[in-house]
């Protein structure tokens, strides 16, 4: 099944680039690069040769599809263990 903005919440995240659209600490605002990991709570994203971890919930992120469109998601959508998320339903 082939990534789109419909059914991103069932694919795996790391490899995406992604961006911080929003956060409730104004320093991850703007955080942009590749997601390396995902846990339940954070995404850690490579920024600037480092590793940034940063809060799924209180966060929202822009995230670029391989086929180069971008789509915007609430962290609190994406609160979970991949490997739950990605069996969820919705």
Known sequence: ??????????????????????????????????I???TRDMLVIEHMS???IVPKSGS????KLPDGQTVVIEGRRLVGRPEERVRRKR
Do not use: C
């Open 1 to 34: 099944m082939p990534l789109t903005k419909r059914n991103i919440l069932q694919h795996e995240l790391i490899g995406l680039e992604a961006q911080v659209v929003s956060s409730s600490d104004p320093n991850l605002l703007g955080v942009y690069g590749k």
């Open 36 to 38: 390396l990991d995902e």
């Open 50 to 52: 480092a590793a940034k």
């Open 60 to 63: 929202s992120f822009e995230i």
